[in-house]
T-cell receptor, first 114, second 111 residues
Framework: KAGVTQTPRYLIKTRGQQVTLSCSPI?????VSWYQQTPGQGLQFLFE???????NKGNFPGRFSGRQFSNSRSEMNVSTLELGDSALYLC?????????????FGPGTRLLVL | QKEVEQNSGPLSVPEGAIASLNCTYS??????FFWYRQYSGKSPELIMS????GDKEDGRFTAQLNKASQYVSLLIRDSQPSDSATYLC???????????FGKGTSLLVTP
């Protein structure tokens, strides 16, 4: 079974621009979560989607948004990019998003904001 | 207060030794605990999950959970240089549908 895929793998943007990242979960998985990883803060939860509904959101500004499509693929958008948004953005999928389910991570999208 | 705490390391152990990685968490209602391994430049991959107090063994890896002390650990027996990576402790969030991660412990296994 194919793993979680994320596109693009690398991005360079300038301050003020916006960016859209894409995630395709493992086939059959309906829960998709997004995380931001930086050297200073580690892995931080952004949001989780299930059946096209956001069920939980982390402590990030409104510039960070996401959505999920009917085929469970998900996108996240960051508007008005800031230097501090430079990070590795990781998508993870699980079957239903239940507590004891393993979250499987994609390879990540590395975003550099100049 | 950070919800999941880990020593950042680096923890250096010789090849063949036991590596002990520790994690504490603040939310008493947490029920699910995970250890992920992350190689440099790669994404996290699951090593172990544990949900009940006690020990859980899988090959060279043993996870230990003590909910009363809010403490979870990972032991790696017969450590190999290929085990050199950052180990992330993750705990399910009380708000649901999310994992809270520690900042990770860097492990270096020296030949």
């Amino acid at each position: 079974k194919a793993g979680v895929t994320q596109t693009p793998r690398y991005l360079i943007k300038t301050r003020g621009q916006q960016v859209t990242l894409s995630c395709s979960p493992i086939s059959g998985h309906r829960s998709v979560s997004w995380y931001q990883q930086t050297p200073g803060q580690g892995l931080q939860f952004l949001f989780e989607y299930f059946s096209e509904t956001q069920r939980n959101k982390g402590n990030f500004p409104g510039r960070f948004s996401g959505r999920q499509f009917s085929n469970s693929r998900s996108e996240m958008n960051v508007s008005t990019l800031e230097l501090g948004d430079s990070a590795l953005y990781l998508c993870a999928s699980s079957l239903l998003g239940a507590d004891q389910e393993t979250q499987y991570f994609g390879p990540g999208t590395r975003l550099l904001v100049l | 207060q950070k919800e999941v705490e880990q020593n950042s390391g680096p923890l250096s152990v010789p090849e063949g030794a036991i590596a002990s990685l520790n994690c504490t968490y603040s939310d008493r209602v947490s029920q699910s605990f995970f250890w992920y391994r992350q190689y440099s430049g790669k994404s996290p991959e699951l090593i172990m999950s544990i949900y009940s107090n006690g020990d859980k063994e899988d090959g060279r890896f043993t996870a230990q959970l003590n909910k009363a002390s809010q403490y979870v650990s990972l032991l790696i027996r017969d450590s190999q240089p290929s085990d050199s990576a950052t180990y992330l402790c993750a705990v399910n969030s009380n708000s649901g549908y999310a994992l809270n991660f520690g900042k990770g412990t860097s492990l270096l296994v020296t030949p």
